[in-house]
């Protein structure tokens, strides 16, 4: 059942580059290089007109949700806020009746996801779920949705679940922006054609597997770790620590690599391992002057580059390459060495990987 490999965690990261294909399958006409997402269309207009989209979820869910809000806003220009759905439920949040909510999740049935968007469906708004159990409780909630398609995730770490979640608000993104005729089609163009390449390059990012169970080997005994991103890759760093804290229990902290020096700085010295995700894109000069200020503190840096790059080669102490790829997919290609990581320091402390202690798959209580 674990199709060879030595627990579902493993298993379902190698999975990636086809869950990534079956999210999607059917959903980009590669011929008029567009998108088509049937179930949506129907509320097509009224996304179109939505003063601002929320979204609402938990966990590695919320940090999709980041990542989403950073793709919306860049190509479909709506405004989004991302809610953590038990603090948007409690706080007696100003929904109104031109608003999408978009809840992601993975099981389908996170209670405070549940509550949140009952909530905003009593006040009027439009709900559109993005799950991955099909049938599951907030599919059947929402007014409209896209199925993720990731197929089964059985470990209580979410790794395929994540990435095709992403995958889903890329396709949301450009679907908005297409429908609005905002973007030029050549870069509608240049985003799907890096979208339908995601897989090959995930299996790319497996190649690094074996150096990465180096690195594993090298930081294992820490007591803490931090993970730094900017920019779109910020989500990314939150979402490496949450997979490292949960099935290692070495305590991890992600945070956006500009409000180090208000605070995290403080920790760094050379029992610090520093994970940055330091790919070609838009931050990348910034987050450079960051590798430096904690090296300068003596930190040990693990870096995630662009193939090639020579620069952070240089000042990094483990480098961990990803091919190069359009600013929008380095999300999805920066996470499958930071799950593998986690993974790998996981097994090595002996700790059950599929079933972290105290976590449960879906988190049904309050
Ligand atoms: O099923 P959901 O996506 O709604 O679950 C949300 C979180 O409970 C979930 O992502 C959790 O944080 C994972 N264990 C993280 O790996």
Redesign the pocket.
């Known amino acids: 059942e674990k199709g060879g490999y030595d627990h579902f965690m493993l298993k379902e990261i190698y999975e990636q580059p086809h869950s990534i294909a079956n999210c999607m399958r059917g959903r980009i006409d590669h011929e008029r290089k567009k998108i088509n997402l049937g179930g949506i269309s129907e509320y097509a207009a009224k996304l179109l007109t939505a003063k601002r989209i929320i979204i609402v979820?938990?966990?590695?869910?919320w940090h999709a949700g980041l990542v989403g809000e950073y793709l919306i806003e860049e190509y479909a220009r709506i405004p989004v806020e991302v809610e953590y759905a038990s603090e948007f439920r409690y706080r007696h949040p100003i929904i109104n009746q031109d608003d999408i909510v978009i809840a992601?999740?993975?099981?389908g049935?996170?209670a405070d996801?549940i509550a949140a968007i009952e909530l905003a469906k009593r006040a009027g708004a439009t709900i559109l779920g993005i799950c991955n159990v099909v049938g599951s409780s907030i599919p059947r909630l929402s007014h409209t949705g896209m199925y993720t398609h990731a197929g089964p995730e059985i470990g209580?770490?979410?790794t395929k679940?994540f990435t095709a979640q992403v995958t889903a608000l890329s396709l949301l993104a450009l679907y908005l922006a297409q429908q609005q005729e905002r973007l030029p089609l050549s870069k509608i163009t240049s985003l799907l054609t890096a979208l339908e390449t995601a897989p090959a390059l995930i299996t790319t990012c497996f190649q690094s597997n074996a150096l990465i169970q180096h690195i594993a080997g090298e930081i294992k005994d820490s007591t803490n770790c931090l993970f730094l991103g900017r920019g779109i890759n910020f989500p990314v760093a939150l979402e490496g620590a949450?997979?490292l804290k949960?099935i290692s229990y070495i305590h991890a902290e992600g945070y956006p690599a500009a409000e180090m020096k208000h605070g995290p700085i403080a920790l760094i010295d050379e029992q610090m391992p520093v994970i940055v995700i330091a790919t070609k894109d838009s931050s990348y000069d910034k987050i450079i002057s960051n590798i430096q200020e904690v090296k300068a503190r003596k930190g040990k840096i693990i870096a995630i580059i662009t193939e090639g790059d020579t620069v952070i080669r240089a000042i990094a102490d483990y480098i961990i390459e990803i091919p190069p790829c359009e600013e929008a997919l380095t999300p999805i290609l920066a996470t499958i060495p930071l799950q593998l990581l986690a993974y790998h320091i996981a097994v090595m402390r002996g700790c059950n990987v599929d079933q972290p202690r105290n976590?449960a798959k879906?988190?049904t209580v309050e």
């Open positions: 979820s938990c966990g590695t869910s992601i999740s993975q099981s049935e996170t996801t209580v770490a979410s679940a949450l997979k949960e976590l879906s988190v």
